[in-house]
């Protein structure tokens, strides 16, 4: 076993790195408060590569592994703990991935080099105003199919890009109910375009962090898409929603603990500078405790993110390995990376008192920013437990059954 970084991910790293911290940080305050991420940005990123890097190279990708897309996701959380643009990066890695993988040949080649340019944006739509984890009790949207086409009805909400999407062209992998049934084999993916689509009507919400990229929902009555925009087999959205999900809380994790490493580094430069009682704060036990507990939970979550991101190329690259395993690990990163960044960030604002209940300092942003990571984003704290609760005893224990 080899925990080195091969040379071609150190060179990979650092490019990325320099990118987040000298184009990416001083700006974050930035788009913070305009609440979008401008433009210049996203065109960087493209010329990049980190612009849904997971996609085929022949569709403008780099065909990324994941080690790889982790490794991204990790430098751009460091450069942006507000995660604003992470998941700008994120969702167009793990679900243009999917879009790549089970995606029509004639809409690949309308929207993936858009995205990859920077042009288009790609999202994910699932959760609906009734629920979300639970989608197959909450699904209300449906979409029948007839020779001309998909005419789809339903309203999806809490979903990223929808401004962004409206702006600037693209699809929403947007999940559908499609057959008539209680299990999980009555959903089917259909891309749908925000854009200039008759019987759409989108809405836009306002967060309490991430405000560099829209949140809303978008209503459909009577929306008509062709054929060729439904996204992998009839009937089979959920489980290719599964490995989407699988895919994001992976990227999800390498993200927070980016954006961990970043706020530790913060509060220690402080702690080393501040002086309480003729002492810097770094000399007192109270202060370096919780400093050496959350940096070894911090190690310990790092292996995980990257063996998630192992199981998935030993998955889809070496065809070892199997679904079940990276949902696991997946769960596991999702489940504690989001919880650990919250709490690095609570307790360095602890250390930074006063100043860090103010914006002068990007902390507050962080604090903001990861509690989504938690709340929902492909799934709540306590989904992560059933998903590894399920692996652990069997799917006969579970309140829903594959």
């Not at 970043?262 to 007192?284: C, H, N, V």
């Not at 938690?374 to 652990?392: D, F, H, P, W």
Request: charged share 25%; glycine share 12%; aromatic share 10%.
């Amino acid at each position: 076993m080899d925990f080195r970084w091969s040379a071609e991910q150190e060179m990979w790293r650092k490019a990325v790195r320099d990118f987040a911290q000298n184009e990416v940080k001083p700006r974050v305050r930035e788009y913070d408060r305009s609440g979008e991420i401008p433009h210049d940005l996203i065109e960087g990123m493209a010329q990049m590569g980190l612009l849904a890097p997971t996609v085929a190279e022949e569709f403008g990708g780099m065909g990324a592994d994941w080690a790889m897309a982790c490794i991204a996701a990790e430098e751009l959380g460091r450069g942006d703990i507000s995660l604003a643009l992470p998941v700008l990066y994120l969702v167009e890695a793990a679900w243009g991935f999917i879009f790549d993988r089970y995606g029509s040949q004639e809409l690949k080649r309308e929207v993936l080099p858009r995205v990859c340019a920077g042009e288009a944006f790609l999202g994910i739509a699932t959760t609906e105003p009734g629920g979300g984890s639970d989608i197959v009790g909450a699904t209300r949207c449906r979409a029948s199919r007839n020779e001309a086409g998909w005419t789809a009805n339903g309203e999806k909400m809490y979903i990223s890009g929808v401004k962004e999407s409206l702006e600037m062209g693209g699809i929403h992998l947007t999940l559908f109910r499609t057959a008539d049934g209680e299990d999980h084999r009555c959903f089917t993916f259909l891309a749908v375009p925000l854009k200039g689509t008759p019987g759409v009507s989108p809405t836009t919400i306002e967060d309490m962090g991430r405000m560099g990229i829209s949140t809303g929902g978008f209503a459909m009555e009577g929306v008509q898409l062709p054929l060729y925009h439904q996204v992998g087999e009839l009937n089979r959205g959920f489980y290719h929603a599964m490995e989407g999900f699988s895919a994001a809380r992976t990227l999800i994790g390498a993200t927070c603990i980016g954006a961990a490493e970043a706020a530790l580094a913060m509060g220690m430069d402080w702690i080393k500078e501040r002086k309480t009682f003729g002492r810097p704060l770094a000399s007192y036990e109270g202060i370096q405790f919780p400093l050496a507990d959350l940096w070894a939970e911090l190690e310990g979550i790092r292996l995980s993110v990257y063996k998630a991101a192992w199981e998935m190329d030993r998955y889809y690259q070496h065809r070892q390995g199997g679904h079940h395993d990276i949902a696991q690990a997946a769960a596991i990163v999702k489940l504690r990376a989001p919880m650990l960044a919250w709490n690095v960030m609570n307790e360095v604002a602890n250390w930074f008192g006063a100043a860090g209940y103010s914006k002068e300092y990007p902390i507050e942003m962080g604090i903001r920013g990861v509690r989504s990571y938690s709340i929902g984003a492909e799934g709540t704290v306590n989904i992560q437990r059933l998903v590894i609760a399920r692996e652990l005893l069997g799917s006969e224990y579970m309140p829903y059954r594959n």
